[in-house]
Every structure is written in C-alpha cells, then in structure tokens.
C-alpha cells in the first residue's frame, strides 16, 4: 500500500553507489588528495603579511649611517638584500622582471647631511604592482626611521636622537602609484581565466572519444598522436584569444587600465600561454581513464596554479618552498608577464626568462602527452 | 588466386594473467568471406583488434595483407577497413559529417563525390543531414559499413555488423557484402551470431575460449564435427520427460526442442540411436527420422567439447 520510499530500495542504491565508488581509485585518492592539499597550502604556503622580500641598495654615500640603517632595515625580516647592484638602471631593470621588489638609494652626503641635522632624504623605491606584498614593508620602513640609527647617535649627536626622526624617509611606489589593487588583479585575472577554462576544456577532450566509443574508431585509421592532439589544441587557441580581448576590454572600459607595453607582444606570449594550458588539459586526458578523472586531474593542477602562482598571495612573500613549485607552474610566470606588460611597459627582453620558463613546461608536457597517449586499447 | 590476405601463427592475447586468445593460427585468402564464430567471450573482437593494430599480441606472428602485424600497423590501418562491434562514430555529427571527417583522415581521393556515391549507394541520402546519434540501429550499422568503405579497403574487418538489424536489413547487407567480394575482390572477415549468416559464408572458422576448434566450409565443419542428429516428433505433452530422460543419457550430447519435434544429437551413433529407443518406447504417434547435423547443432557441440577441453 505504502510505495512512496522504500528503504531496501534506498540502500540497494546506496549499497551501488558504494561499490562503483570503490572501484574508482582515482577518485577516491582524488577526494583524499584534494582537501590535503588545500589544507597543505592554504596553512603553510600562505603569508599575508610576507616577509623577506628581495631588496637591493644603490648607495652613493658609504658611511656608517647608511650602513646601521641597511641592517635595520634586513632585521625587519622584511627586507632581504639579496642582490648587489651597481647602479640605479640595473635595479630598475630588476624591478621591471620582478626580480626586486624594493631599492633604497641613499643619496650623496647623507651621512653628513645627517650629522648636521638636516635631515636628508631616504628614498625606498617600491615595486607597488601588487599593493598587498609592499604595504607591510613600506610601513615597517617608515617607523624605522626613528629608531634605526639609535646605537650610532650617541655622545655629541645624540641631540639627533630627540625630536623627529633624523632622517626623512621617503617611499616611491612605482608602477601603480594609486595603490589600486584592480591594476594588480585584473591583469592576473586573465592568467586565472585562461588555466582554468583552457585546461578543463581539453582534459575532456579524448576521454570524451575513449567514453563514447569512438576512440576504437580512430586508433583504428592512420591518425598519428601528434595529429590528434594538435587537432584538438588549435581551435581552443582561438577562444584562448577571445578571452584575452574580451578582459583587455573589460579592463579598458570598466577599469581604466591601459596596456602600457606592446599588445602585440601580449597576443603573443598569450598565444603559448594558452597552448600551454590546452597540453597540460589533452595530457591529464589521455592519462584519465573517464571525464570525471579528467576534472579531477584539472582541478589539482588548478589549485595550486591559483595558490602558489602569485594571484592569490604575494609571490615573494611564500616559504622558499613554494615559491620553489610555483616557480615550476606557467601561470606564475604569465604573471609576472602580464603584470609586466601592462603595468610597467615591459618589453620583450624584460620577460624573455619568464617567457623561456613557460616554454620549457609547454614542452615538457607536450612531449608527456605524446608518450602517454596510446595508439593501442592494451 | 589463393593469396593469403591474412596469415597468422599462434597469436596469444592475455588480460591480467587470463588468456583470452590462444595460440591461434589463421589463414584467409583473397576474396573469400570468412566467418568467425564463437559465443560470447571467446575472443572474436579481441582477435581482430589484433589483426588491425589495436591490440599487440603477447606472442605469435603473422602478416596481413602481407604486413607484418606486429611492425607495420600503421601501413595495415590504411588498408584495412574495421567496422567496430560497438557503433562508433561521433552522434553529434551528421551523416554526411561523418563521413566527410573518415573521407579526409583517409585522403579520399575526390572526396566530396566518392561521399555522395557512397551515400547512393547505400541509401542514404535523404538522411545526409540527419544526426549519426538519432539515426535506427539498422541505419547506424550502414552508416558504419559506409565509412569502413570510403577509402576502398582491401581487407574489411566486421564485428557483428548485422547485431540488432532486421531481416530485410540483413539481407541486404549480406547482399552488399557479396557484391564487394566479388566485384571488388575485397576480402571479408566477418563475425556473428546467427547461424544463417554463417551459412552465407565462403568459409567458417569456429573459436571458444581463444581456441580455434573447428574451420573449413560449411560441409567441412558440420562433416568433421562427427555429430549425428535425429528428428523425434512426439505429442506436445510427452517432450518435457523425454528431454529430462534424454538429457539424462551419457550419449546424448543434445535434446533441444523445435516445436513440436526434438532434436537429439550425439557423437555415437548406436549408443545415441539406443537411447533414443529406450525413451521413445511406449509413446504414441511417434516418428523418428536421422537429418543432416545443422551448424548450430555443431556449434553448441563444439562449445560444450571446447568447455571440456579447457578445463
Ligand atoms: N580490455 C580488456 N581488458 C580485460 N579483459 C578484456 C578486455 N577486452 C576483452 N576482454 C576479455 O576478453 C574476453 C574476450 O572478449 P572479446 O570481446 O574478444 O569476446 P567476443 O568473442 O568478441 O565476444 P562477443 O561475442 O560477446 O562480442 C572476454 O572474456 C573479455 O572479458
Ligand atoms: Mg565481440
């Protein structure tokens, strides 16, 4: 009489669910994976207030001052001098591949400006492209001014010590003077966009053929890998480039954002950027087993694509670690490109090594991709 | 005349530890068409996926239309035409699409024409711009057969092309495969079940359990099978006890009814007549009659020996 729900029936389904679940190792390991991993890199790799950022100095005065105030400056833990520069082009050139992300100039006769209490300027250069991986570091400089030169006032200057602090800092923020976090993110955006859509699309590609049967039918013509999977990269490229005008646009209109550097030379990198991302997805297609796989495969590509890349978090502000693997991924060097192109007018020699790192992992997977991809049903 | 278009020595397929193709040697020549017969399971698609480079084989040899099957895959692929068990083309194409996409990867020469013919000749033009996807069964195993045909294979590999095809559909494939054979000199290995069909074959190769057990033409097959069959026709009412009784008897290998008769078969031919006598006695309005062993009474029997054999 009562048919509405019966529970034999219920748990003959769950029972199902069960078992298939079971046998799909793949997801299973993929819904162990991927909570793991989140955790993994969301609590570890995660700084919002980053610290050790590479900073270089061009100094034209070489007095103990300027020294005390460099050391205050490393004992910040903000700021890391890594790189010795010669003069202010070579830094400047270093901050436009991102390479710096800070340059203090001391000019000449700062010592002795600052003995005769004239309290000279000290200029901090600021790579602001992303607002969020300086603002703790320029603040820490600022309330550094008075108390960094404590220990070395002493005896007739420290006079020096009592009112304002004994020199005037000063921070340049350069690239993004406004501070506006969309000059950062909508740039970026686009990278985000492109790995996400351009992935997910092919990783379906070929285990869509091996679901539906038709695979049996192409391996069974002369079709060579190559000619599959350069078949189904290309027309991708296309909506690729679609993307990339429609955010260029976006950004234009909405934004106010402007190309600074060449949009040629943006089309272009874009060009591999996209292939890139189109062989990473026809890749975890043929090693996946069904659609599902494959989703699976292109989500764990894409988290830490999006975590570790220097979209969501200050790149130079990761554990070394991270910045270890995310020096591996395209997007993150897509970044630094397009950030570099749009907010800095960078050119083709200040992207050239991050170019040459998104061409090594293109390749790298294509030839992965070609080796994995079977031309027998074994 | 005889040249040997597929010739293949103990070839060996294994999945996981369990050999589903074994050591089976094949030969077939020029023009004929071959059938390839077994139940279920035995290894009929996973033979001929060897055959066309699909699968490697874990041991064996052979050539097909003389290449060597475990080297120049890519050159038997382009000669070979493989009509998969399973329909698979693209369903959100059209017809005409599929064809179009075969007709390219082939390098069709002419290929828009040798499309419209093909379409002609298999009668499919009014359905050009119809989705493979929404397409009968019937029509989607044409549509298969027409693109196995575009690029004019010397050598067509069919797999159950006729499965779920009506019986004027069938006819009419098996009439256009004749038709290929003997005026494009094109050979056919073909598989099915259906007994008829086999019967429509120039030769017959029979497997179970990856063994090859039986082969020749059909005369051959049913003469070496050593299996003699009797007509018993009884009252409706008296069939089911003489089956259980029959089938109870060592001699008889099979008691199947057809209608209102039953067919006995057995390898002995006294001790199986003797048997027939004994259940026979005292039943009225009895006829019993020897006929001539028919394919698929050879068949079962070869699968029953087979079962036997490999156990
Ligand atoms: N890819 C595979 N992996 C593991 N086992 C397989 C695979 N393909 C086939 N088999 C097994 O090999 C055996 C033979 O299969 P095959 O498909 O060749 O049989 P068949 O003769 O074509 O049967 P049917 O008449 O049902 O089409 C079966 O037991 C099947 O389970
Ligand atoms: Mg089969």
Redo the contacts between chains.
Sequence with gaps: MMDLFSFKRFFAVILKEFIQMRRDRMTFAMMAGIPVMQLLLFGYAINSNPKNLPAAVVSADHGTFSRSIIAAMQNSEYFRFSYKVDSAEEAEQLMKEGELQFVVHIPPDFSRQLIRGERPQLLLEADASDPAAVSYAVSAFSSLASTALNRDLKGTLSDLRQNEAPFEPVIHRKFNPEINTQANTVPALMGVILTMTMVFITALAITREKE??????L?????KPTEVMAGKIVPYIAIGIVQVTLVLLLAEFLFKLHVNGSILLLYFVSIFFIATNLSVGITFSSLAKNQLQAVQMSVFFFLPSIILSGFMFPFRGMPEWAQAIGSVLPLTHYLVIIRGIMLKGNGFAEIQSHFTAILIFFAAVLVLGILRYR???? | MSELVIDVTGIVKKFSGRTVVDRLSLKVRRGEIFGFLGPNGSGKTTFIRMLCGLLTPDAGEGKCLGYNILKDQNIIRRHAGYMTQKFSFYEDLTVRENLDFIARIYDVPDRKKSIIETMEKLNFSSRANQLAGSLSGGWKQRLALAACLLHKPELLLLDEPTAGVDPKARREFWDEVHKLASEENMTVLITTHYMDEAERCTRLAYIAYGKLLAEGTLAEVISSSGLYTWSVSAPQKELPAMIRKLQADKAVLQAAPFGNTLHVSGTDKSATENAIKTVCAGVQELSVEEIESGLEDVFIHLMDKGKDNFQ
Excluded: H, K, Q, S
Aim: proline share 7%; hydrophobic share 35%; net charge neutral.
């Design positions: 539906r049967g038709t695979m049996e039918n391996l069974a013509t002369p079709l031309r027998t049903l074994d």
